[in-house]
């Protein structure tokens, strides 16, 4: 059975950092590409970094260059390093496959708040 669980998500000044974790249950990470999205108030959920077994990764535009994603395979881990957030940054922020739809489980998600 998929478990995700989100964490390390708050409240930071613009131009800080966060680093966020998924702990995933662990067939589910070890079969998976794994990937971060994020959904902002009233907005679509958006894909923001996924990484693939072979520990090849990507981002969006909107986070290249100040995001970093990662995994600890003998965790069952991701994580997601944050910098020079912007306010723009500001979502409730999920793990999950990459390619996860909106029917699939999802798990609680982190709440990701930047202030100016």
């Not at 996924?50 to 069952?76: C, E, H, L, P, Q």
Request: proline share 1%.
């Amino acid at each position: 059975q998929v478990h995700l669980v989100e964490s390390g998500g708050g409240l930071v000044q613009a131009g800080g950092s966060l680093r966020l974790s998924c702990a995933a249950s662990r067939n589910f990470f070890r079969f998976n590409n794994m990937a971060w999205y994020r959904q902002a108030p009233g907005k679509q959920r958006d894909l923001v970094a996924w990484i693939t077994s072979g520990d090849m990764t990507n981002y969006a535009d909107s986070v290249k260059g100040r995001f970093i994603i990662s995994r600890d395979v003998a965790k069952n881990t991701l994580y997601l390093q944050m910098n020079s957030l912007k306010t723009e940054d500001t979502a409730v922020y999920y793990c999950n496959r990459l390619g996860a739809t909106m029917k699939e489980y999802w798990g609680q998600g982190t709440q990701v708040t930047v202030s100016s």
